[in-house]
């Protein structure tokens, strides 16, 4: 039965998106001869005029490779709360319906939203008033349920780790504190993880409030241990044991969505402040979201295309495509955005760390 599919990707970019929409393209198209649209921006485009462009194989041409996202993405634009601006005042406006029309205007049979748990959350408020949805998870922050990774995270564990080995010289030849803040929102994952393996010395998790006094100590046992220099990775997300994360816009001046920034540098002057030893802050930023992505990623991307597909063929809708072991698997949309995949602070990951010396922002 010839179908139409149609796709969007929502939320912060990330290494691999590409890979999805190539995946999902290539086996709609070669396997089953469906027709594939690309809704642009996010769900921004089923807002208003509709926009949106026919995918083919010829669209997807040489897009494994490139970073971002050709169909263009938005991680401010919720359907359900859209800001609608009337005699200068800001009212939050459910469209809703205006976008479960507008998709049945394309002709579209099932709709294909890759996203984080802002992206997901939407689609199911969606499949429930009448879009059959399937979901691809997206984020380089690995904060979602229901999959035990997200494609997008192993690119950005990468280049934090590869910013860390960099740090280590110029941070050993100045005998300097280098502070490292690194993406995640409110999960420890990308700062476990890369400072892992780009081998900091101290990590900062959200998961664990820091104790600062520990953090000092920690500096100071290297330093008569003979190490004049050391690394700390801070999450953004991180925040002291008798302190705040710290934001740089709350959710009300950003459209809905939290900014977090700054932890790094709060945590970079308390040490010059009670040690006085030079420090200095790198703020990696969206780096860690751009470019090229990991050879495990571009697999993973799409191989949740593919199975993405599958799932329509089957109407199998409401579900989220999902990585569980080695097997490309499915589950339940809910499963995976009714809570926040967050590191455990006792679990293995942590434990292990600590068991080789590494300072999780606490005494032990
Ligand atoms: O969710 C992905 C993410 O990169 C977070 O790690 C970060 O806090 C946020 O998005 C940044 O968003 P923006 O692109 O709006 O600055």
Redesign the pocket.
């Known amino acids: 039965m010839s179908r139409t599919i149609a796709i969007l990707t929502g939320?912060?970019d990330c290494p691999g998106l590409n890979a999805v929409i190539r995946g999902v393209v290539r086996s709609a198209t070669l396997a089953r001869d469906w027709r594939v649209i690309g809704i642009e921006d996010g769900f921004d485009g089923l807002v208003g005029e509709p926009r949106w462009r026919e995918l083919t194989l010829e669209s997807v041409r040489g897009i494994l490779p490139r970073g971002g996202t050709i169909l263009g993405t938005s991680?401010r634009g919720n359907p359900l709360a859209y800001p609608v601006e009337e005699n200068g005042v800001t009212r939050m406006v459910d469209l809703s319906t205006e976008v479960v029309g507008n998709f049945r205007d394309l002709g579209a049979d099932a709709l294909i939203a890759f996203g984080?748990d802002g992206t997901l959350k939407i689609a199911r408020t969606l499949q429930e008033k009448g879009i059959p949805m399937v979901g691809v998870p997206k984020?380089?922050?690995n904060d979602l349920r229901g999959t035990d990774v997200t494609f997008g995270y192993n690119t950005a564990v990468g280049i934090v780790t590869e910013a860390l080995d960099r740090l280590h010289s110029t941070a050993e030849s100045h005998h300097r504190v280098m502070v490292v803040e690194v993406?995640?929102?409110d999960a420890g994952w990308i700062a476990l993880e890369s400072g892992r393996a780009g081998s900091a010395d101290v990590i900062l998790i959200p998961e664990i409030p820091f104790d600062l006094n520990a953090v000092c100590s920690a500096i100071q046992q290297r330093k008569e241990r003979g190490s004049r220099f050391s690394i700390v990775v801070a999450a953004?997300g991180a925040f002291p044991m008798d302190g705040q994360k710290v934001v740089q816009l709350a959710e009300s001046e950003n459209r809905g969505?939290e900014?977090?920034g700054g932890i790094g540098a709060f945590v970079a002057d308390e040490i010059t402040r009670r040690m006085q030893v030079e420090t200095r802050v790198v703020v990696l930023g969206?780096v860690?979201?751009g470019g090229t992505p990991s050879p495990f990623d571009r697999i993973l991307g799409s191989r949740f295309g593919v199975k993405a597909v599958e799932l329509i063929e089957q109407g199998r809708y409401g579900r989220m495509v999902s990585l569980q072991g080695r097997r490309v698997c499915d589950v339940d949309i809910d499963e995976a955005v009714d809570s926040l995949n967050r590191v455990e602070p006792d679990g293995d990951l942590v434990k292990s760390a600590e068991a080789l010396g590494i300072m999780l922002g606490r005494a032990i």
């Open positions: 939320g912060g991680n984080g984020t380089i922050d993406m995640g929102r953004e969505v900014r977090l969206h860690q979201r």
